[in-house]
């Protein structure tokens, strides 16, 4: 069984603008969830999933060039994931268009929270970071 958390939908705030409209506006929603088959709490071992939906709401389009993840657990302890695009892919998005892709970790506490980014670049060769603040992966029913 999995149980899902809420959806978080961010918008990312560092965007160009020109002529009133957004040229580089990536918008990242993402939907975390606990997947209690794959967890052993009495090895503290906590898998979650994560789906994540990337939009271009710019006015230009834009390739996600690399991923750059930092995972903390209840104890503080940090993971960062760094690498070329997402599942093996490097999505090139129309304004309009969306991707999405579910993907995976595992912590050794009930709770954490992840945050990162995404490295884009435009049509026109500008490279910019599309922010993913940060949300919680956590057991239901958990207190933190």
């Known amino acids: 069984m999995i149980t899902a958390t809420n ?8 965007t160009d603008s020109y002529g009133g409209h957004q040229m580089n506006k990536i918008d990242i929603k ?5 997947i209690a088959e794959q967890s052993d709490p009495e090895k503290n071992h906590y898998v979650f999933s994560y789906t994540v939906t990337i939009r271009n709401n710019g006015s230009t389009p834009a ?4 991923r750059h993840w930092v995972i903390t657990d209840g104890d503080g302890l940090i993971q960062e994931v760094k690498g070329e695009g997402v599942i093996g892919e490097q999505p090139h998005l129309q304004p309009g268009e969306g991707f999405q892709y579910t993907s ?3 912590m050794n506490t009930p709770f954490g929270t992840m945050h990162g980014s995404y490295q884009m670049i435009a049509d026109s060769g500008e490279k910019f970071d599309a922010q993913i603040p940060s949300f919680q992966l956590a057991v239901p029913n958990t207190l933190h």
């Open 7 to 14: 959806d978080i939908i961010f918008a990312d705030p560092e």
């Open 30 to 34: 993402v939907k975390p969830a606990f």
């Open 63 to 66: 390739k996600l060039l690399t």
């Open 104 to 106: 995976g970790t595992f």
